[in-house]
């Protein structure tokens, strides 16, 4: 009986059929290779552009209408931002302390100064706290996930 487990566990493994697969969202994840979210922060450039596939705890989801979420990386106090197309896909507020598997394209987003204070005031907005224009004290640069497809544990 034990041989035959571990048989059934081999072929499971090896067809790639994970038991904990979770929740899908949006077209799933197509790529099996993961990169790392420190990794794609280090060289930013190289990965503007490229389909991958990000893994980690979620630590925030827009409480609006749930069109995007926040990852937390393998480096402490590191996360990005998977954004979606409204409504395309929801991410739900439960999200929040579980696992998920991300794929989507890295993009590169640059803003005006003025862009930067609407955005800032928006996310104020979204979460419920007060917003100060003179916190933003610049043009913005920062990179975040297009995602295509996820996977929520």
Known sequence: MRKLILSLLAVLLITG???????????????????????????????TGKKVVVEGMIVDVCSKRGCWMEIAS???????????????????????GKNALV????????????????????????VGQKFDPASVTGPEVFYQIRGLGAVIK
């Open 74 to 96: 393998d480096k402490e106090f590191e996360k990005i931002r998977v954004k979606v197309e409204d409504g395309e896909i929801v991410f739900p507020l439960e999200a929040k």
């Open 17 to 47: 059929v994970s038991l904990a697969d979770g929740k899908k969202y949006g077209t799933g994840v197509t790529l099996k290779e993961v990169t790392k979210i420190s990794t794609i922060f280090e060289n930013p450039e190289e990965y």
């Open 103 to 126: 794929e989507g394209m890295v993009e590169k987003i640059e803003m005006t100064k003025e862009q930067a204070i609407e955005r800032a005031k928006h996310h104020a907005e979204e």
